[in-house]
């Protein structure tokens, strides 16, 4: 439990970190990117806590009937709470480290983007005053 907590700490920290470095670059990204890295931003901040504490050993039933509650619920209400979230989280099917390690490319990937370090970013050229694009 402590081990999947220091977890929650650290990757909540790095994208609450990151998300004022896309603040500060707001302006070197393009307009139509914007609303996607917030977007990815906050999908990433969510995801931390959906993926802590699992309980690896529920009973396959109990699995089967909180994910069709879970669906049932979707499809009705068109809409999950975070605490809806939290509450399917320990019961779905991927291990916990597969899922993170999934959360860190993405976070990776994101970070990149925001640095403007990967293709199709823009990035400030400090000689010329210029915004260019990186390759």
Known sequence: MLSDLDWLVRA???IQ??????????????YWQRP?????????WRAVFLLVEREHDA????VEETAHRFLIKLIRTNTIAF????????FQGSP????????HDAFDALSGFVAGTVPGTVD???DSGIASESS
Do not use: H, K
Not at 59 to 62: A, Q, V
Not at 83 to 90: R, V
């Open 17 to 30: 970190s990151l998300m004022p470095r896309l603040l500060q670059r707001w302006d070197q990204i393009e």
């Open 12 to 14: 909540r920290n790095d």
């Open 36 to 44: 996607v890295a917030v977007s990815a931003a906050f999908s990433l």
């Open 83 to 90: 605490a809806d979230g939290c509450a399917i989280a320990p």
């Open 124 to 126: 400030e050229n400090p």
């Open 59 to 62: 009973p396959s039933e109990l």
């Open 96 to 103: 916990p480290a597969t899922v993170r390690e999934s959360w």
